[in-house]
């Protein structure tokens, strides 16, 4: 059973590299930003609510995506484990995620830490074209990072979870053969 959480900057490649691995270890992927967006486009009340506050480059309240992660993580499934992608995001995220896992009798769980420069995020963000990825929102979204994301791995790392740090730039393909080789070496069945 795999239990991760891929960590890093926005635009660092978590989702595309989330995707991959999930498809190859047979995981559920579990993508915040994802799911919101779906309720964008689905215009449900999250949705409505999210639009702004994501355009903007902020964060969406901690009550708010906690529950979401609870209800995904609670879902039943076939697979071999889980990624989460884009959570937690704040202290208080972790903080209750670290309460969800104990709940349900998870442990073991492997922290992938991508790693990019901020230049590069920007010119990626940039160049992808989504109605988040303006100059203004890319700016604060990289400032709410360093601000209230990146102490997240402090706590992880101060809660005993194995981090695994990993450059997040070059090939797809390259990156994803670090990601792989580096959870399965340290997996223990
Ligand atoms: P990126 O990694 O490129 O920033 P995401 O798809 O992960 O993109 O997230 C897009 C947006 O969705 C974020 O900027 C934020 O507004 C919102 N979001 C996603 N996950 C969270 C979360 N865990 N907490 C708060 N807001 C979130």
């Known amino acids: 059973m795999y239990r991760l959480i891929i960590f890093g ?9 989330a995707e991959i691995i999930a498809d190859k270890l047979n995981l559920d992927h579990f993508s915040t930003g994802q799911i919101l967006r779906e309720a964008v486009t689905a215009g449900t009340d999250l949705g409505k609510k999210a639009k ?37 995001r704040t202290l208080a995220q972790a903080i209750a995620l670290t309460g969800i896992f104990s709940k349900l009798g998870f442990d073991d769980v492997k922290v992938i830490n991508l790693i990019v420069k901020d230049e590069e995020l920007i010119e990626r963000m940039l160049s992808r074209g989504r109605s988040d990825d303006t100059e203004d929102a890319v700016k604060n979204r990289l400032a709410v990072y360093k601000e209230s994301t990146a102490p ?26 670090q990601i792989l080789k580096s959870i399965t070496l340290n997996h223990r069945s």
Not at 9 to 17: I, L, R, S
């Open 9 to 17: 900057p926005p635009g660092a490649g978590k989702g595309t590299q």
């Open 152 to 177: 997240v791995l402090d706590y992880f790392r101060k809660n005993g979870n194995a981090i695994f740090d990993i450059t997040g730039a070059g090939e797809i393909n390259d990156i994803n053969d």
């Open 52 to 88: 702004a506050i994501m355009d903007s480059g902020h964060l969406v309240p901690d009550e708010i995506m906690i529950g979401i992660v609870e209800q995904s993580l609670a879902e039943r499934s076939e697979s071999n484990g889980f990624i989460l992608d884009g959570f937690p």
